[in-house]
C-alpha cells in the first residue's frame, strides 16, 4: 500500500483544496533543474546574415497573412491547455476539467520559471525592436526573443496531452506546431524562436515526464480527462 501513498495525497489535496489560479500554480522544475542555456546554442547577432534572413520571412509572412491566420494568431497568445479544444472537442472545458486545469496550470508555470531566465541572458530583441517594418497583430513584448516561450509551452502542452490521449496524438501534436508557427504569423518571433522553444519544450517535457512528483499529478489529470470524455 506504501507505493501508493504519494498518489492518494495528490488526490486528496486535489480534491479539498479550491481551484488554483494562474498565478499562484507552482512549477514543477525551475532553470536550477534545467538550465537552457547549457543546451541551446545562443541566437544569431543582430546584424548577421542569419537574423537579417529571419527578418525577411517575418516581413514575406506579414504580407501573406490572412484575417483569418491574424485571429488564429491573436486567439493563441493565450498560453493555456484550452487552445487545444478544437482538437479535444466541445468536453474539453476549464469547469468540467478542474484537477486537470490546476495541472496544467503547473505545466505552464513552469515554461515560465525555465524559459524566462534564459530570455533574461540572451536579450534577443524581437523583430520589431530591430526592423520598424514589422508590424505584430498579437500583444508586443520587450522580453528575450530566444527561444520562444509560447513555443516551449506549446510543445510541452502537446507532448503532455498526447500521453494522456495517445489516440489523438497526430492530431495534437500537429496543433502544437501550429500554435509554435502563429508566433512568427503574429509577428513576435523568428522561425528560430519557434525551433528553440519546441527543443526546449521536449526538453523539459522529457525531464517532467521523469519526476514522481509530475507522474503522480499527471495520473490524476489523465483520469479525469479520459473520464470527462468518454474514454
Given at each position: ?5 504519494p498518489?492518494?495525497a495528490?488526490?486528496l ?6 481551484a488554483?489560479?494562474?498565478e499562484?500554480?507552482q512549477p514543477?522544475v525551475?532553470?536550477?533543474d ?8 545562443p ?16 516581413l ?5 497573412r490572412?484575417?483569418?491566420m491574424e ?10 491547455v484550452?487552445?487545444f479544444a478544437d482538437?479535444?472537442g466541445p ?6 476539467l478542474?484537477k486537470?486545469s ?8 513552469t ?12 536579450k534577443?530583441?524581437?523583430?520589431h525592436q530591430?526592423?520598424?517594418l514589422?508590424?505584430p497583430v498579437v ?22 496531452l ?6 489523438k496524438r497526430?492530431e495534437?501534436?500537429?496543433?502544437a506546431?501550429e500554435?509554435?508557427h502563429?508566433?512568427v504569423?503574429?509577428?513576435?518571433h523568428?522561425?528560430?524562436?519557434v525551433?528553440?522553444g ?5 526538453v523539459?517535457a522529457?525531464v ?11 495520473e490524476?489529470?489523465?483520469s479525469?480527462?479520459r ?5
Amino acid at each position: 500500500m506504501k507505493r501508493f501513498a504519494p498518489l492518494a495525497a495528490v488526490v486528496l489535496l486535489l480534491v479539498a483544496s479550491p481551484a488554483v489560479r494562474a498565478e499562484d500554480a507552482q512549477p514543477f522544475v525551475t532553470n536550477k533543474d534545467i538550465d537552457l542555456t547549457m543546451i541551446l546554442p545562443p541566437p544569431p547577432a543582430n546584424d548577421s546574415a542569419e537574423t537579417k534572413a529571419e527578418l525577411g520571412e517575418v516581413l514575406k509572412v506579414q504580407v501573406t497573412r490572412t484575417p483569418e491566420m491574424e485571429a488564429r494568431a491573436k486567439a493563441d497568445a493565450e498560453e493555456d491547455v484550452w487552445r487545444f479544444a478544437d482538437v479535444m472537442g466541445p468536453k474539453f472545458t476549464r469547469e468540467t476539467l478542474p484537477k486537470f486545469s490546476a495541472f496544467f496550470e503547473r505545466v505552464a508555470a513552469t515554461e515560465g520559471a525555465v524559459v524566462d531566465p534564459a530570455k533574461d541572458v540572451w536579450k534577443r530583441p524581437r523583430p520589431h525592436q530591430l526592423s520598424d517594418l514589422v508590424k505584430p497583430v498579437v500583444k508586443l513584448s520587450n522580453s528575450g526573443s530566444w527561444p520562444s516561450g509560447h513555443a516551449t509551452v506549446g510543445t510541452m502542452m502537446g507532448i503532455i496531452l498526447s500521453d494522456m490521449v495517445p489516440e489523438k496524438r497526430a492530431e495534437i501534436m500537429a496543433r502544437a506546431a501550429e500554435y509554435a508557427h502563429n508566433r512568427v504569423v503574429g509577428g513576435i518571433h523568428y522561425p528560430s524562436d519557434v525551433e528553440m522553444g519546441k527543443i526546449s519544450g521536449s526538453v523539459i517535457a522529457a525531464v517532467l515526464l521523469s519526476r514522481p512528483d509530475f507522474k503522480a499529478e499527471f495520473e490524476v489529470a489523465r483520469s479525469e480527462l479520459r473520464s470527462d470524455l468518454g474514454m
